[in-house]
């Protein structure tokens, strides 16, 4: 009786279970024959008895509103006599007092306690569980830990026979893609079987004209015997407009009256009346008269207002009345008859012969307005009759330069001169007139011209570089520095600002005219003015990248000239003024620039080895010879002067001389790369075993270098044809250079030559795991799915690699042909958000537009491609090959020629050809022909 309830002891009548929870499995009402339910949300997820509870699956408690308290269970069975209704004593409503609050905070403390004395025996009992629990039902990854270990024992040949899954689906699902394959179909063919493809005959030869009499017309678009009308053709909008035009002529032609036989309407005439019916003027009719009435009142309140009469004469004009325009503005000649204005309005308003009259009577009474003048002269025809306009002109104003210059060009040189010198006594300040007159003078009076211009306009630069001009064109060299400094003192002594930029810009002018001494005395003199010391150099090379880029060459090798007088010792200096040579120089000067550019910078290899080259591309061996071998005194053991030596004797066919060159570098300067070279140069002289012999003892002193592994695996593969020695290099090569993207791929390559799909796609997956986020092995993954046919898992590598390479125009562009024909625009347009300006996206683009035959925005594109980045062989390829199929021979010859100075090298398609040592003395029109023979236009 000690789980009853106090109050059931006092009342009888009630229940000692009433109030009371109910015991476990209990189910209401089951002595009267009734069944009750459990589900799973009730019982929890299954698990045996000696599981551990999973925290991650507990049961969710129902969250008590905060109405629920407050609303007390005043049920009759939970009311006693004695004790009233059962229930807390506390309820929420109760104050929750300070005292309270410390009673919580005690017994807390006390939990926290007891609940740290009882932790270490709970977490070790915990622990004791989970690993009885982790014996008695391991994880899958746990039961097959022991054969794992077991694969360390697995030989490579044991490795390499584990045969191919397969597709083990069945072959509904194998052969489903291949079945529902849908072919868009144009808009032609749909509208031949809607309206122009239908037989309104039947051929008598198939039988069926006998089974249904009547079927049987003589042209299509009749009435056949059954009553059906038979669509005529294609639906051809052009057919559609000629029948308008035909509706329309056909109405124009009733619109005649046919009592009388005369036109209403005159058909062809028609649309010119309506055209010549529109008004010229923009606004409404209200508007004009609105315009006009207040243009009058202006007229009025001011009439001697010049643009009024002005304003009310163009409105005339443009409202269709131009005689109104003409007597309003002659009205307001009268009213302001010394206004030019108005005078050269009416003027402008009146016809040829009426213009000449308004002209005589503006001149007569303002003759010295120098803009009637010259309208004067405009309306003459004869150059005589300008002349004496002229003429008369400058009797009225001598001092208007405008006329003077106006005058002169109608002159021959002799009366030119006469008048020149006439213009400069009435105009002493006009340079352009004092210019004018020394160009027609000989040279020691163009000297006297100029120096009397000197003293009347002091403060003007332009005749200082003149005089110089007239010094070289009289071969007096000597002369034009001496004038050049004498014009910035003298300038300068005057108070006029030296501007350096305006100096550079008479110095541009200068060679474009032809007077190379003269620019480049104007450089030498103003490059310096107003540049800090230590921003010298920086402001001098940005000073010749202009100049070239506005194709002043010659003020850019002044430039650098000066440059170079001032830093002899800066390498940079002299490597750019040697790459300007070599883009806009001739050989010789290249070759004295790079003389100069040795003897002061000896231990620059790249000024030696451009000397070298220029010499061996002009054909002067010995000399290239020569210039190697003083680098090698200046350089020794330069790799860079030893490959180069190399080189120079193998592009000569001196193979003996190659390889002693060879052999004394790997003796003195050993390095990766001449291993390289000295194996390239064995293979590629068919002597493979010295070749295999060379890599395998570079490979032992550089374990590290890439390239030394593909060389050797390459040349186990193809040469030795010994596919599992060249597959345990490449794996050996992986192992020591695991970030060598072009080793990974070589190896997936050969387990592709071998049919062996499922090794190389888990070879490329083991190089992602090693090397994230590069696109050439996702772009490696996406092919191997695309050659064994599943396009479907191609698609979703594809994906899961743009969202790891977001930016990678590698990816892009192939995703632009991947996609369906109609979603490539839209593909194309991402790619271009994501890798605006990646070379590869910009020749996807280029391939789009060519297979869309849009032939001038392709062009554009790839114009644009190859701009961006010259050294991508690939796009070099599609451009030729574009050009060889629409293009004209001279669009073909200049990709050519611009192909040839770049000189790529860069890319899968280009470098299928460059690097194939069959190839290894072919340049680069080589590659560009053989790459665009081979090439098929995009589809």
């Known amino acids: ?78 009311f006693d006599e004695f004790a009233g209704y059962g229930g807390s004593l506390f309820s929420k409503s109760d ?56 694969l360390d024992a697995v030989s490579a040949e044991e490795w390499n026979s584990i045969p191919d899954v397969g597709d083990s689906r069945n072959r509904k699902k194998r052969l489903a893609g291949a079945r529902e394959k849908y072919t868009p179909i144009s808009d032609r063919i749909l509208a031949n079987s809607l309206g122009g493809e239908m037989s309104s005959t039947i051929n008598p030869a198939s039988g069926l004209a006998s089974v249904v009499p009547g079927m049987a017309t003589s042209l299509p678009g009749t009435m056949t015997n059954i009553g059906m009308l038979t669509p005529t053709g294609d639906l051809d909008l052009r057919k559609i407009g000629q029948a308008r035009n035909t509706l329309m002529d056909l109405k ?101 012969e009426e213009a000449k009259k308004v002209v005589k009577l503006a001149v007569s009474q303002n003759s010295n307005y120098v803009r009637i003048w010259m309208k004067a002269a405009d309306l003459e025809v004869e150059p005589r009759a300008k002349r004496k306009v002229f003429r008369k002109a400058l009797e009225a104003i001598p001092n208007s330069v405008r006329l003077w210059k106006a005058a002169v060009e109608l002159e021959e040189p ?66 034009i520095d001496k004038i050049i400094g004498r014009a910035i003192s003298s300038l300068t002594s005057n108070g006029v600002e030296i501007n350096k930029e305006m100096w550079m810009k008479e110095a541009i002018d200068a060679e474009k005219g032809g007077s190379i001494l ?10 310096g003015h107003g540049v800090e010391e230590e921003d010298r150099k920086d402001t001098w090379l940005e000073d010749a990248e202009s100049c070239t880029q506005q194709g002043a060459h010659e003020c850019a090798r002044a430039i650098y000239a000066h440059a170079l007088s001032i830093f002899p010792g800066k390498k940079s200096i002299w ?38 080259k220029s010499k061996w591309l002009a054909g002067d061996v010995p000399a290239a010879r020569s210039i190697l071998s003083l680098a090698f005194k200046a350089n020794p053991n330069s790799e860079e002067i030893w490959l180069a030596a190399v080189k120079l004797e193998s592009e000569n066919q001196e193979y003996a001389r190659a390889r002693k060159l060879l052999a004394r570098a790997r003796e003195s300067a ?28 570079g490979l032992a002193q550089f374990q590290d270098s890439d390239k030394l592994w593909m060389m050797k695996g390459q040349l186990e593969q193809f040469n030795l044809r010994n596919v599992d020695l060249a597959r345990s290099t490449y794996t050996e090569g992986t192992k020591q250079c695991p970030s060598s993207i072009p080793l990974w791929t070589l190896l997936a390559d050969l387990e592709l030559s071998i049919k062996n799909t499922t090794k190389a796609r888990s070879v490329i997956e083991k190089a992602r795991l090693r090397n994230p986020k590069h696109p050439e092995l996702w772009l490696k993954s996406i092919r191997i799915e695309m050659e064994a046919g599943m396009e479907d898992i191609a698609a979703a590598v594809l994906a899961r690699a743009l969202q790891e390479c977001p ?105 299928k050809y460059s690097k194939d040592i069959k190839n290894w003395q072919e340049k680069s029109e080589f590659f560009l022909l053989a790459g665009a023979n081979k090439l098929l236009p995009p589809t």
């Open 1 to 78: 009786m000690s789980g009853v309830p106090a109050a059931a002891l006092v009342n009888k009548q009630r229940r000692h279970f009433i109030g009371m929870a109910a015991p476990l499995g209990y189910v209401a009402g089951v002595g009267r024959g009734a069944t009750g339910f459990t589900t799973r949300s009730d019982i929890g997820p299954a698990r045996e008895a000696t599981d551990v509870s999973d925290e991650r699956h507990q049961v969710p408690v129902k969250k008590k509103n905060d109405d629920d308290d407050d609303n007390e269970d005043l049920n009759d069975s939970n």
């Open 95 to 150: 104050p929750y007092e300070k005292d309270d609050e410390e009673a919580d905070e005690i017994y807390q403390a006390i939990d926290d306690r007891m609940d740290e004395k009882r932790k270490q025996y709970r977490e070790e009992r915990f622990k004791r569980e989970i690993e009885k629990y982790r014996q008695e039902r391991p994880k899958i990854q746990q039961q097959f830990s022991d054969l794992k270990r077991d």
């Open 252 to 352: 124009l032609k009733q619109s005649s009256d046919s009592v009388t036989g005369q036109t209403v309407v005159d058909p062809k005439g028609y649309l010119t009346d309506l055209q010549s019916m529109i008004p010229t003027h923009g606004g409404d009719i209200n508007d004009v008269k609105k315009a006009r009435l207040l243009l009058k009142s202006v007229r009025e309140t001011n009439p001697h207002h010049p643009p009024a009469w002005i304003a009310s004469a163009r409105l005339e004009e443009v409202t269709g009345k131009v005689q109104a325009a003409r007597n309003l503005i002659m009205k307001g000649c009268e009213v302001c008859p010394k206004s030019e204005d108005v005078w050269l309005e009416a003027i402008r308003l009146q016809p040829p």
């Open 414 to 479: 002799y009366e030119a001169k006469i008048l020149l010198t006439r213009a400069v006594e009435c105009c002493p300040t006009s340079t352009e007139l004092w210019i004018a007159l020394a160009r027609l003078e000989t040279y020691k009076n163009a000297q006297r011209v100029l120096n009397k211009a000197r003293e009347h306009i002091p403060t003007d630069r332009q005749i200082w570089i003149t005089a110089a001009k007239l010094e070289e064109a009289n071969d007096n060299e000597k002369m």
């Open 518 to 527: 003269t620019c480049q005395s104007l450089i030498r003199h103003v490059v």
């Open 575 to 612: 490597i750019k003024a040697a790459y300007f040579e070599k883009d806009h120089g001739t050989r010789d000067s290249l070759e004295t620039l790079l003389q100069k550019a040795v003897g002061n910078c000896p231990k620059a290899e790249v000024l030696w080895l451009m000397g070298a």
């Open 670 to 697: 050993p390095t990766s790369r001449v291993f390289m070279k000295s194996t390239k140069l064995e293979w590629a002289l068919d002597n493979i075993q010295e070749a295999y012999a060379l890599v395998k003892e």
């Open 807 to 911: 930016n990678a125009g590698l990816l892009w562009s192939e995703a632009i042909f991947m996609a369906p024909r109609p979603q490539r625009k839209t593909k194309s347009v991402d790619a271009l958000k994501h890798s605006e300006h990646d070379p590869n996206v910009l020749l996807a683009v280029s391939k789009l537009f060519w297979s869309e035959r849009k032939l001038q925005k392709c062009r554009d594109w790839f114009a644009r491609t190859v701009k961006l980045e010259p050294d991508f062989g690939d796009a070099w390829i599609n451009f030729y090959k574009f050009e060889l199929l629409h293009g004209t021979p001279e669009q073909q010859e200049e990709v050519k020629k611009r192909c040839i100075a770049a000189e790529p090298r860069h890319g899968p398609l280009w470098c």
